[in-house]
């Protein structure tokens, strides 16, 4: 109870008017609704987090968060632009709001599932990560630059049921504790403490173009929310 009244968990939800690949990517509809409204609508339907907040540079959306019955932040302006860097939005944020912790639940993963924001979020509580961040597992052979990441090509390609999984980041949610301030000014996201927490392959649509949202406007038919 203590928590709640003092805040300490609090889900932060970035979006910019602006987007260099998709232009107001933010404000598309998805089965009538903008995908804005949609990150804010499974933050409240988990009823986790102390306080929730819609983290804009659009001023005109302060009364859209009201009637959605979240708190509104005009994030300053040096920070509307694609050159702000997420640690820079997450320090802000520490600055004007007191608590133990920020979950960022990132807009541009529209598909995520309500299980996946509760998976996250108890992960990060019950073994009180210092930051986490949410990834998806793939059992594929993985080139980077053409080296072989997990496995060799002497060797006989294993079956993919088999082999070591890469964890890819998908980044739908983020989080942070108040004692990770000092990484976050080194402009360090994350570090080798960072703990990686599974999601569904439906945190894996990302909204970045406008392929990106014919593919999700079709999967939102058929997702589990």
Known sequence: HRARKNNMNICMIPMRQGSVRLAKKNYLKLNGEAIFEIAVKKALAVKLFDKIVLNTDDPSLESAASKLGVDFYLR????????????????DFFEKYNCERVFWLNTVSPLQTIDDIKGFFHHTINQNCSSSVAVTKHQVHTTFKTLPLNYRWEENFAKTQDMDPVMCFNYSMMSWRKSEIKMLKNGQLFNQYTKMIESSIWSNFLLKSHDDFLLIEKLSTVSPY
């Open 76 to 91: 300053p302006s040096e920070l509307a632009s694609s050159e702000a860097t997420s640690e820079m939005v997450v320090l």
